[in-house]
């Protein structure tokens, strides 16, 4: 069984979530609410929520923890060169651009799309306004790419200190998403970001160079990270120059 939580209830230790023998692992408690504090206090704890249509609020800790090293992230020889056609692109205000912050709201709704046929999705109402009171505080970011200004792809996530949270990405056009991500990468690496949290494990993921991490790890990295300043300026640099 799990706790449920009131609205002013805090957060159960992350050491009691369920396990895979109990059928649900890294499910932690249900209930409460998506307010901006709540989501915060969330996440300062390594807990995140995760729902579909129909449920209560649900709060995972999973065990072990999908992150990405920003050191680790691969970009392959086609993306390099497509990122270098969208930094020319920039460069001479051509077809391609990238921002940050500047759509945020759009980027979660393209996000909460059902893609590939699936029906629903557990980016709900509630979440779109929990999240976007967390990006009016500051805490919540998102990378867009455009073509011939039309928003194609992007990611957002949260970002409390050094430590980032990836949510979730969207692509219309080939590799979108890829390039939203590699610039968001890339800032937050030249901001001292060492690591973004993936939350799940998926093929995907582990393709970009995301890497499973035990629990104990995830929350002893993100413990130092959090107690980092608020990063500023959120602005795209170049991942690659022209040559």
Same mark, same amino acid.
């Given at each position: 069984?799990? $706790?449920?939580?009131? @609205?002013?209830?805090? *957060?159960?230790?992350?050491?009691?979530?369920?396990?895979? /023998?109990?059928?649900?692992?890294?499910?932690?408690?249900?209930?409460?609410?998506?307010?901006?504090?709540?989501?915060?206090?969330?996440?300062?704890?390594?807990?995140? $929520?995760?729902?579909? %249509?129909?449920?209560?609020?649900?709060?995972?800790?999973?065990?072990?923890?999908?992150?990405?090293?920003? @050191?680790?992230?691969?970009?392959? /020889?086609?993306?390099?060169?497509?990122?270098?056609?969208?930094?020319?692109?920039?460069?001479?205000?051509?077809?391609?651009?990238?921002?940050?912050?500047?759509?945020?709201?759009?980027?979660?709704?393209?996000?909460? /799309?059902?893609?590939?046929?699936?029906?629903?999705?557990?980016?709900? %109402? #509630?979440?779109?306004?929990?999240?976007?009171?967390?990006?009016?505080?500051?805490?919540?970011?998102? /990378?867009?790419?455009?073509?011939?200004?039309?928003?194609?792809?992007?990611?957002?996530?949260?970002?409390?200190?050094?430590?980032?949270?990836?949510?979730?990405?969207?692509?219309?056009?080939?590799?979108?998403?890829?390039?939203?991500?590699?610039?968001?990468?890339?800032?937050?690496?030249?901001?001292?970001?060492?690591?973004?949290?993936?939350?799940?494990?998926?093929?995907?993921?582990?393709?970009?160079?995301?890497?499973?991490?035990?629990?104990?790890? *995830?929350?002893?990295?993100?413990?130092?990270?959090?107690?980092?300043?608020?990063?500023?300026?959120?602005? $795209?640099?170049?991942? *690659?120059?022209? #040559?």
């Amino acid at each position: 069984m799990i $706790p449920w939580l009131e @609205d002013d209830e805090p *957060f159960p230790n992350v050491s009691s979530a369920l396990t895979e /023998a109990d059928g649900a692992a890294g499910l932690l408690a249900a209930g409460a609410n998506l307010s901006p504090e709540r989501l915060l206090q969330a996440y300062q704890n390594g807990i995140f $929520p995760w729902f579909s %249509e129909g449920q209560p609020i649900l709060w995972w800790s999973t065990d072990p923890r999908m992150v990405l090293f920003v @050191d680790d992230f691969k970009i392959s /020889a086609s993306l390099k060169k497509t990122l270098k056609t969208v930094h020319r692109s920039m460069e001479s205000n051509g077809k391609w651009r990238v921002s940050f912050d500047q759509a945020f709201e759009d980027v979660m709704r393209a996000c909460a /799309a059902p893609r590939n046929g699936e029906i629903g999705t557990w980016i709900s %109402e #509630d979440i779109i306004a929990g999240y976007g009171g967390l990006h009016k505080q500051g805490y919540a970011h998102s /990378a867009e790419v455009w073509l011939d200004d039309k928003l194609v792809g992007g990611a957002y996530g949260v970002c409390i200190g050094k430590m980032f949270y990836g949510e979730s990405m969207f692509t219309s056009v080939t590799d979108a998403s890829k390039i939203a991500l590699a610039y968001l990468v890339h800032f937050l690496k030249s901001q001292g970001v060492s690591m973004i949290d993936c939350q799940q494990q998926t093929a995907h993921l582990a393709s970009l160079g995301a890497t499973p991490i035990a629990r104990s790890e *995830f929350i002893s990295r993100l413990q130092q990270a959090i107690n980092a300043p608020q990063i500023k300026n959120w602005k $795209p640099i170049p991942v *690659f120059e022209v #040559d």
